[in-house]
């Protein structure tokens, strides 16, 4: 539990070193490769915003060190008039993986919906792996997953843990099927190519993701450091524990990533809220930023 004193010392705005602090004792890896999954609202007041979070990211990383974050376009992508262009298209995962997008020295892989950014010395190889596809054996994301790179939930729950459905289509659910989607990408140049994405959607009748319960169960073996940065719960874990971890909850029940009777596992740590924008783990939820 965290004690009184800590609890009051949130209240106060966090800076850089305040979250180095915080994340070396969580235990980010230095020299590691990280991929962050986040809520800046979360957190409370951040001086400086994102780019501060970011910054503090890479500095607990180090030169050594590899961070990734989501830059997804799918709640968009299949618009009308959409074209992804790799060095404009914000990413919609919130405001921290928009700032590492813009990092001078982020690299993107390209993807409709589903691009990532990476900044150290493992970008390129990691954004360049595979060819069109989001999720299998060949896609960036499974790069991550394949070297043990840690996760990093960022006062937001496993429902955003992107890394499951690595597992989901290396286990071959049966409720996703393979697509490919052929569209057009802006170049450098202003002008457009041709963008072959592939994913694995779910099939119509899908009840609904679950994640919750396959963190909750690596929660519960001693898998997951938790720890709260600012008022943000943060959970880190492990590639290879998480792929290890979604094979026996597979084997042990084929429908294990899916809702039962529409309802996700309840966290038993920290207090998950949802609001307009999402969902969101926090230590308070009246400590959550707000403008006023
Ligand atoms: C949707 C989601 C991003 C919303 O979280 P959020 O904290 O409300 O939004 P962001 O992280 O974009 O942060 C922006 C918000 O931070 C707050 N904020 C602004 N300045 C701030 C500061 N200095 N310090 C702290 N918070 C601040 C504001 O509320 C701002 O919202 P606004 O732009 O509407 O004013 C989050 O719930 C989520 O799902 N994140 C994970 C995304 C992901 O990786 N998904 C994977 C696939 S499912």
Redesign the pocket.
Known sequence: MTTEPERRRHTQ??DRASLVSAFCRLGLPRGGLLM???????????????L?VVDALLETLGRAGTLV??T?T?PIARERGFVFDPLRTPS???????AARRHPRALRSIHLQHSIAAIGPLAETIVNSGGETAWDADSPMRQILDRDGQYL?L??PY????AVHLCEVELEVPYRKPVRIETRMRCADGSLAPLVSAGCPPLPGHPGSDFNRLGQRMEGVGLVRIGEV?NAVARLLGGHDLMHKARELFEADVDGFLRQEGAVTRLSYGHTIK?H????CVADPSR????S
Not at 36 to 50: D, K, N, Q, T, W
Not at 288 to 291: E, I, K, L, T
């Open positions: 705005p966090l962050v999954h986040s809520s800046l609202r979360s957190m409370g007041h951040v001086l400086g915003g994102a501060t974050v989501p997804f799918y919609l995962m919130g405001a921290i993986s928009e939930l006062g937001v429902q955003n843990l992107t600012g609001t924008r999402g969902e969101h959550m930023y707000s403008a």
